[in-house]
């Protein structure tokens, strides 16, 4: 979660990626939480990224993240689709910013489709950008 390039990408990410207590903080909180289903996605027994639901607004959301040396191999895609019959909460929402059109394929792939836009603070840009809303019902 270093990489400059996914980091503006993914748009919605810690404030500072780089303060390992705050990540290590973040992750104790959630993976504490009994609402909160994470997974870790491995490639060959190498970890390759994450994938989980959380809640917002009593909603399910889908957050996941591919490292940049394993994107465009349809590991995002899989992982999805296994989680996806793991977790069978329905409707199940994501978030990508506007701009995040390999996030919207990976999406589009697995069925969920755009139901609105928001606007959010961005902190990977320092800015309000588009969040692009996705439901898979």
Do not use: C
């Not at 190498?46 to 917002?56: A, D, E, L, S």
């Not at 329905?90 to 609105?116: H, Q, Y």
């Amino acid at each position: 979660m270093q990489d400059k390039d996914s980091l503006w990408q993914a748009a919605f990410t810690s404030k500072d990626p780089t303060d390992l207590t705050a990540h290590t903080e973040h992750w104790k909180k959630n993976l504490s939480n009994p609402e909160v289903l994470m997974r870790t996605i491995l490639v060959d027994d190498h970890v390759v990224g994450n994938i989980g639901r959380y809640f917002m607004d009593g909603v399910p959301q889908l957050t996941y993240w591919i490292g940049s040396e394993y994107k465009n191999q349809g590991i995002a895609s899989l992982a999805i689709q296994q989680f996806l019959s793991l977790d069978t909460q329905r409707p199940m929402e994501a978030r990508t910013a506007f701009d995040n059109l390999a996030s919207a394929r990976v999406l589009e792939k697995n069925g969920f489709v755009s139901i609105g836009t928001d606007t959010y603070f961005a902190n990977a840009r320092n800015a309000e950008i588009v969040e692009t809303i996705w439901r898979l019902v």
